[in-house]
């Protein structure tokens, strides 16, 4: 195969064939030719100038349909462009907001240019206005003056009963009460709640209220109480000895 290397024995036997001391080929490397990157380093003045030169012919074409072409854009604009084969959402968007954006900029700035010249006019108009007023008064400015201060009615008289009254004075029982208010008494309750009976024996001023023990009262309770507890002392420890019976006769 031609990419295998030969054997050593057929090497020699070429090496020997061709002798030594030759003369350098022409694929040795002083016979090579220079490399890319150093001819574009060493040419870049020639490749600019081409440069340039394709440049303004792609210019000039380009130049002389420029007008149909600004036209016929101008005509496209109005209609909605569809996505054009392989175009994404986003770069859909983008261009036809590029498309929008000098339309929006030319409507806000004549709206804008509308509203200043109607405010502009407004402003004239009340300016005439009142010139036209001021000069209708100004021949007959002496003559109002002196019916003016002819014609002046005194200032009525506010009577004492008209007076409003201050907000200490207003303030009753029947006000109603306010969150932040503070009482100065506790309520006065002068009707019985709809569906209580009246205690009896009990006087709306003086006499004793339910709920009130006297001192014989709370003794009785406390000997009430001292019985109550030896009762169920007691009864607790019977239950013990009850207990402790039973276990030892289970034990025996």
Excluded at 171 to 182: G, K, T, V, W, Y
Aim: net charge positive; proline share 6%.
């Amino acid at each position: 195969m031609p990419h295998k290397r030969a054997k050593r024995s057929v090497r020699e036997q070429q090496r020997s064939a061709k002798g030594a001391d030759l003369a350098p080929s022409k694929q040795s490397l002083s016979n090579e030719p220079i490399p890319k990157s150093l001819s574009r380093v060493l040419n870049a003045s020639k490749i600019r100038e081409s440069y340039k030169k394709r440049k303004m012919e792609d210019g000039e074409t380009e130049g002389k349909g420029g007008a149909k072409k600004r036209k016929l854009s101008g005509k496209e604009s109005g209609k909605a462009s569809g996505i054009l084969p392989g175009e994404s959402l986003q770069h859909y968007n983008k261009r036809v907001e590029d498309d929008m954006r000098p339309l929006v900029k030319n409507a806000v700035q004549s709206s804008l240019a509308v509203a200043r010249s109607t405010k502009k006019q407004e402003i004239s108009e009340k300016a005439a206005k009142k010139n036209a007023l001021a000069s209708k008064k100004k021949p007959g400015t002496e003559n109002d003056s002196d019916d003016d201060v002819s014609h002046q009615s005194p200032p009525p008289q506010r009577s004492k009963q008209t007076e409003r009254a201050t907000e200490f004075q207003s303030l009753s029982s029947s006000a109603p009460r306010r969150l932040n208010d503070i009482a100065q008494a506790p309520p006065e309750l002068k009707r019985l709640p709809r569906g209580a009976s009246a205690a009896k024996g009990s006087t709306t001023s003086g006499g004793k209220r339910d709920g009130v023990l006297s001192m014989a009262q709370k003794a009785m309770m406390e000997q009430e109480r001292e019985k109550a507890i030896a009762h169920y002392r007691q009864l607790k420890a019977s239950r013990r000895k009850d207990n402790d019976n039973d276990g030892a006769v289970v034990e025996y």
